[in-house]
């Protein structure tokens, strides 16, 4: 299977069984949408119809180039990894290798959008103890088997509102890397309200990543982002990230923003963020439930795509200026990317990745937590519903029928399981609205990627 598409003045085709990437004038373009089961005479005289002016022997040359790709590997690769989807999975499934810690199940904002209903996740307001972190980690140590590069996430709710318990989780996991022979990488997420210095001098020793919530233009942030008096939270996180990321030497973090159907011209909201000096970002599109005001319509998916389009311009642009600037969705590696195993199972939710409330229940991750039926134990008794857990060890991109035919599998693995669940009711279905997006946003990235090689050829 191919995919070919135009963006930007760049003729694009991608081999997806060998991840091949060919950038093409017109006339080859068009020879290679026609080629499969195409006779070679044939062939030559329909695109000569198309390109008159085009010499016979050029033809000839293009499609004989064509067909030595082919015999390569390099285009009209055969897929033979479905056989192999199930096994690579089967065999890590019991390897966990990151946890989410729900260290605060309440917030100080009131947002709107917020998927885990005001930080509840569905339930009471709760903090996790430290003794139930520490737990944690010891679960995760038992259970990751000979891995070495551990991960945790600290997140909410607010994570600052339990800021002691992250203090001394992550000093107890410190104290026990050595001896375990394991490596922890920490992240936090915060909406920023009570980042003071001594968690920005905190943070910037022991945390990995930093995740910051803002939605871009103040108008937009507070529409949603509010507290629970009804009062914007803008004026007072801008300050605080702009201050925590200069701290971190403009490295590591990540301005993770939301756009809804509120704001589907999510561009301008980008432009905001790099107007007030940040360079790492994130734009998601809202989860909530379909018909839901906040939902992303099929009115909106064209401007979404559009904006995705300026957006892949935008870095272009910048990037010429000196001023690049990173876009996670952007971020792709054609020569090192993804194994292959990574590529055909998909995501390690339930089996690689848990996410753990604070009474110490495991989930499939953070958009299961109150879930019940998806509860898979706890960190004290370890997994006990096996049936779950093996339900997501089942996922992988075959195991999808409408993945089977998707050009872009190998670059999205299947997708996101709690999307899918809460868009279909399984975790084993598609969410389609979200699986077109993906596409859009992966054609811009290769673009990206395609520019970048052909201005580093230039330079040389």
Same mark, same amino acid.
């Given at each position: 299977?191919?995919?070919?598409?135009?963006?930007?003045?760049?003729?694009?085709?991608?081999?997806?069984?060998?991840?091949?990437?060919?950038?093409?004038?017109?006339?080859?373009?068009?020879?290679?949408?026609?080629?499969?089961?195409?006779?070679?005479?044939?062939?030559?005289?329909?695109?000569?119809?198309?390109?008159?002016? %085009?010499?016979?022997?050029?033809?000839?040359?293009?499609?004989?180039?064509?067909?030595?790709?082919?015999?390569?590997?390099?285009?009209?690769?055969?897929?033979?990894?479905?056989?192999?989807? #199930?096994?690579?999975?089967? @065999?890590?499934?019991?390897?966990?290798?990151?946890?989410?810690?729900?260290?605060?199940?309440?917030?100080?904002?009131?947002?709107?959008?917020?998927?885990?209903?005001?930080?509840? $996740?569905?339930?009471?307001?709760?903090?996790?103890?430290?003794?139930?972190?520490? &737990?944690?980690?010891?679960?995760?140590?038992?259970?990751?088997?000979? &891995?070495?590069?551990?991960?945790?996430?600290?997140?909410?709710?607010?994570?600052?509102?339990?800021? /002691?318990?992250?203090?001394?989780?992550?000093?107890?996991?410190?104290?026990?890397?050595?001896?375990?022979?394991?490596? $922890?990488?920490?992240?936090?997420?915060?909406?920023?309200?009570?980042?003071?210095?001594?968690?920005?001098?905190?943070?910037?020793?022991?945390?990995?990543?930093?995740?910051?919530?803002?939605?871009?233009?103040?108008?937009?942030?507070?529409?949603?982002?509010? /507290?629970?008096?009804?009062?914007?939270?803008? /004026?007072?996180?801008?300050?605080?990230?702009?201050? $925590?990321?200069?701290?971190?030497?403009?490295?590591?973090?990540?301005?993770?923003?939301?756009?809804?159907?509120?704001?589907?011209?999510?561009?301008?909201?980008?432009?905001?963020?790099?107007?007030?000096?940040?360079?790492?970002?994130?734009?998601?599109?809202?989860?909530?439930?379909?018909?839901?005001?906040?939902?992303?319509?099929?009115?909106?998916?064209?401007?979404?795509?559009?904006?995705?389009?300026?957006?892949?311009?935008?870095?272009?642009? &910048?990037?010429?200026?000196?001023?690049?600037?990173? $876009?996670?969705?952007?971020?792709?590696?054609?020569?090192?990317?993804?194994?292959?195993?990574? @590529?055909?199972?998909?995501?390690?939710?339930?089996?690689?990745?848990?996410?753990?409330?604070?009474?110490?229940?495991?989930?499939?991750?953070?958009?299961?937590?109150?879930?019940? &039926?998806?509860?898979?134990?706890?960190?004290?008794?370890?997994?006990?519903?096996?049936?779950? @857990?093996?339900?997501?060890?089942?996922?992988?991109?075959?195991?999808?029928?409408?993945?089977?035919?998707?050009?872009?599998?190998?670059?999205?693995?299947?997708?996101?399981?709690?999307?899918?669940?809460?868009?279909?009711?399984?975790?084993?279905?598609?969410?389609?609205? #979200?699986?077109?997006?993906? @596409?859009?946003?992966?054609?811009?990235?290769?673009?990206?990627?395609?520019?970048? %090689?052909?201005?580093?050829?230039? /330079?040389?």
């Amino acid at each position: 299977m191919i995919h070919q598409y135009k963006m930007a003045g760049h003729n694009i085709v991608m081999d997806i069984a060998s991840g091949a990437i060919h950038e093409v004038d017109d006339l080859t373009y068009d020879m290679i949408a026609e080629y499969p089961g195409s006779e070679r005479e044939a062939l030559i005289a329909s695109i000569q119809a198309k390109y008159p002016d %085009a010499a016979h022997e050029e033809l000839c040359e293009i499609y004989d180039e064509i067909a030595e790709l082919a015999e390569a590997g390099q285009l009209f690769a055969e897929d033979t990894f479905a056989p192999m989807a #199930g096994e690579l999975k089967a @065999r890590t499934s019991g390897v966990v290798k990151a946890l989410c810690l729900h260290v605060a199940h309440t917030c100080n904002l009131n947002c709107s959008y917020c998927f885990a209903s005001q930080g509840r $996740f569905h339930g009471e307001r709760a903090i996790m103890s430290f003794e139930t972190g520490k &737990r944690a980690i010891d679960f995760l140590v038992e259970n990751s088997g000979s &891995r070495r590069n551990l991960e945790v996430d600290f997140f909410g709710g607010e994570p600052l509102l339990n800021w /002691d318990v992250v203090k001394q989780i992550v000093e107890y996991a410190r104290s026990i890397e050595k001896e375990k022979g394991k490596n $922890f990488r920490f992240t936090l997420t915060t909406n920023g309200m009570l980042v003071d210095d001594e968690v920005i001098e905190y943070a910037n020793r022991e945390m990995h990543n930093v995740v910051l919530s803002l939605d871009g233009r103040k108008e937009v942030h507070d529409r949603f982002r509010k /507290d629970y008096a009804g009062k914007g939270s803008y /004026d007072v996180i801008v300050p605080k990230f702009q201050k $925590f990321v200069e701290a971190r030497g403009g490295k590591n973090y990540y301005i993770r923003g939301t756009f809804t159907h509120a704001n589907p011209d999510f561009l301008a909201d980008i432009e905001t963020m790099l107007d007030l000096g940040f360079t790492e970002l994130s734009m998601e599109p809202v989860v909530c439930a379909p018909g839901d005001a906040m939902a992303l319509t099929e009115e909106d998916f064209p401007i979404v795509c559009e904006q995705y389009e300026k957006l892949a311009e935008l870095m272009l642009k &910048r990037r010429e200026e000196g001023r690049p600037f990173t $876009f996670y969705h952007y971020m792709i590696d054609l020569e090192d990317g993804p194994c292959i195993y990574k @590529r055909i199972s998909g995501c390690g939710s339930g089996t690689e990745y848990m996410a753990v409330t604070p009474w110490g229940d495991l989930y499939p991750c953070h958009q299961f937590v109150g879930e019940e &039926r998806f509860k898979l134990g706890d960190i004290r008794k370890g997994v006990d519903n096996t049936a779950v @857990r093996e339900d997501f060890a089942s996922c992988n991109v075959y195991a999808r029928e409408e993945c089977r035919d998707c050009w872009a599998r190998l670059y999205c693995a299947g997708g996101c399981a709690a999307n899918a669940y809460h868009a279909t009711g399984s975790v084993r279905g598609v969410y389609e609205y #979200g699986c077109r997006l993906f @596409r859009k946003r992966l054609e811009c990235a290769i673009m990206l990627k395609v520019a970048e %090689a052909d201005a580093e050829e230039e /330079d040389e």
